[in-house]
């Protein structure tokens, strides 16, 4: 065979392999960099979603708990009874417009989740699911109208506005009690949509019967407590008593 054929034909080959080789590295290349973005990406959102949730967390807990605390003290301790239907004006007051506040409060802070979560792309979290699961049971309970009166229910949409409401601020917070009771004296519109809600609250005063919807509520706020707050870092044990 001629010499320069076979050379030729050797460096073919060479070539040919180079180029195998090289396309096949590439490819890899391709595929690692493709695998390192998602995984980049993945962190990205896992990052976010635990900087959302720790940022969230406590502030939904403290007003949960304050709100689960306030049910508790009306069906168990007979709150409305002793403050509002048999206690002086001061306390009237405070009884009606705290148990306002903290419903409210509860209602915002769910509120500034939910403005904040449907931004992030939270996947298939399992966590974020359960979160999601124990704000749908509570909203549930409120605006049910599955019990004997609706004593202290309220629409969904309701629950929204009221959130909004107790947002308003704009500084990601929710409204202080002086500045809510500020607002309730001075701003009609503001009040008028807590006027069902103030009804339901003096109505439950009067009443000698722990209301159904209020042992469910306090049940389900405790679920989720729970859940925020599983090693019972910030409420121990002994705080989180439930309703029968």
């Given at each position: 065979?001629?010499t320069?054929?076979?050379v030729?034909?050797?460096?073919?080959?060479?070539?040919?392999?180079?180029?195998?080789?090289?396309?096949?590295?590439?490819?890899?290349?391709?595929?690692?960099?493709?695998?390192l973005?998602?995984?980049g990406?993945?962190?990205?959102?896992?990052?976010?979603h635990q900087d959302?949730?720790?940022?969230?967390?406590?502030?939904?807990?403290?007003?949960?708990?304050?709100?689960q605390?306030?049910?508790?003290?009306?069906?168990?301790?007979?709150?409305?009874?002793?403050?509002?239907?048999?206690?002086?004006?001061?306390?009237?007051?405070y009884?009606?417009?705290?148990?306002?506040?903290?419903?409210g409060e509860?209602?915002?802070?769910?509120?500034?989740?939910?403005?904040?979560?449907?931004?992030l792309?939270?996947?298939?979290?399992?966590?974020?699911?359960?979160?999601?699961r124990?704000?749908?049971?509570?909203?549930?309970?409120?605006?049910s109208?599955?019990?004997?009166d609706p004593?202290?229910?309220?629409?969904?949409?309701?629950?929204?506005?009221?959130?909004?409401?107790?947002?308003?601020?704009?500084?990601?917070?929710?409204l202080?009690?002086?500045?809510?009771?500020?607002?309730?004296?001075?701003?009609?519109?503001?009040?008028?949509?807590?006027?069902?809600?103030?009804?339901?609250v003096?109505?439950?005063a009067?009443?000698?019967?722990?209301?159904?919807?209020l042992?469910?509520?306090?049940?389900?706020?405790?679920?989720?407590?729970d859940?925020?707050?599983?090693d019972?870092?910030?409420f121990?044990?002994?705080?989180?008593?439930?309703?029968?």
């Amino acid at each position: 065979m001629n010499t320069e054929l076979v050379v030729a034909s050797l460096s073919g080959v060479v070539a040919l392999s180079s180029i195998l080789v090289s396309a096949r590295f590439s490819r890899k290349q391709t595929v690692l960099a493709a695998q390192l973005e998602q995984q980049g990406a993945a962190q990205s959102k896992l990052a976010e979603h635990q900087d959302l949730m720790s940022q969230r967390r406590d502030p939904l807990l403290w007003a949960a708990f304050d709100f689960q605390s306030r049910l508790f003290n009306i069906v168990d301790r007979d709150f409305l009874n002793v403050y509002y239907t048999h206690g002086h004006d001061r306390d009237r007051d405070y009884a009606l417009r705290s148990t306002l506040h903290v419903a409210g409060e509860y209602l915002g802070q769910v509120e500034l989740l939910r403005r904040r979560i449907q931004f992030l792309d939270l996947g298939n979290r399992e966590s974020s699911r359960t979160v999601v699961r124990h704000l749908t049971a509570i909203s549930n309970v409120l605006n049910s109208d599955g019990y004997d009166d609706p004593h202290f229910r309220i629409f969904r949409s309701d629950q929204r506005a009221l959130g909004e409401l107790l947002t308003s601020g704009g500084d990601d917070q929710c409204l202080g009690y002086a500045e809510f009771c500020r607002r309730l004296d001075t701003d009609p519109d503001f009040a008028s949509w807590f006027e069902p809600l103030s009804d339901s609250v003096r109505r439950l005063a009067s009443r000698t019967e722990p209301h159904p919807r209020l042992v469910a509520l306090q049940i389900a706020l405790m679920n989720l407590i729970d859940f925020l707050d599983p090693d019972a870092d910030r409420f121990p044990d002994h705080r989180r008593s439930r309703l029968a």
